[in-house]
């Protein structure tokens, strides 16, 4: 089998989708081929990249794209360059390495592109999925007898409480002489997982703040939505993911944030 046929099978080869006798050929190449291993060990570094990227799985049809760019620019003709350099030049294998160099960053300027835009997708679908549960388990808690399920205003109960049930405690604090009564805490279930609920009043507003571990390492600043009336407030720092949730104006839900 030909290094250009190879090439063409890569991608169905990885994926499980050549036929016995294709795949013993290609496999039999890759045995004795480094150029043609070269690019399959590519094929995979990309698959792995972008799937640790996105913490989730690679759309097929973006992995498709990324390596079918990836292939036309390995197989990038270097005819229309070479005709424009000086004849001497023009068959020299330093020029083919030019045109070859070229390629590879045309091909790695597509993956991050398209990369990024994945990512970037992925990123708003699943803020906008948070957003959307971190509503709803605020206006579940309120249409309960009560919004809490341990009621206590000292944080060395609270605090306690949530050890064994989740696996991240909740800082709770006590911040009465603040304005913000800590009522108490509460488990809900937001973005695909168990998390604690801090639950504080203001007036007659109830506030309900969510932490849970950061996935991401560095500090974000607040920011601040209004969603169906209620003000939604996130922010993270050290480690941690806040949402603040209530119908409670922004500037109030802004001094809370200030203290916790
Ligand atoms: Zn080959």
């Known amino acids: 089998m030909q290094c250009e046929r190879v090439r063409e099978l890569l991608s169905p080869y990885l994926d499980g989708e050549l036929s016995a006798e294709e795949r013993r050929a290609v496999a039999a190449h890759l045995g004795e081929c480094r150029s043609c291993s070269a690019q399959l060990s590519d094929f995979r570094r990309v698959g792995q990249t972008l799937a640790e990227a996105g913490g989730e799985p690679v759309p097929k049809a973006l992995t498709a794209r990324v390596r079918s760019n990836l292939d036309r620019a390995a197989h990038a003709e270097p005819t229309p360059i070479s005709a424009l350099i000086p004849k001497p030049l023009a068959g020299a294998s330093s020029v083919r390495r030019g045109v070859l160099r070229q390629a590879a960053v045309i091909a790695a300027a597509c993956v991050l592109s398209a990369v990024a835009t994945w990512l970037a997708t992925s990123n708003l679908a699943q803020q906008h999925r948070l957003e959307q549960d971190v509503l709803a388990a605020h206006v579940r808690s309120l249409l309960q007898d009560s919004p809490i ?37 509460r488990l809900d279930y937001v973005g695909g997982r168990r998390v604690g609920a801090v639950v504080y009043k203001r007036r007659l507003h109830v506030v309900n703040v969510f932490m849970w571990p950061s996935g991401s390492a560095g500090d974000v600043a607040p920011r601040l939505m209004t969603r169906n009336g209620y003000n939604l407030l996130t922010w993270s720092r050290g480690g941690v993911d806040y949402w603040a949730v209530s119908d409670l104006n922004a500037g109030d839900l802004a001094q809370l944030q200030a203290l916790l």
């Not at 399920?149 to 006590?174: L, N």
């Open 149 to 185: 399920q341990v009621a206590s205003s000292d944080t060395h109960t609270v605090k306690p409480w949530f050890a064994g049930r989740i696996d991240f405690s909740p800082e709770v604090k006590d911040l009465a002489s603040e304005g913000f009564p800590l009522v108490g805490g």
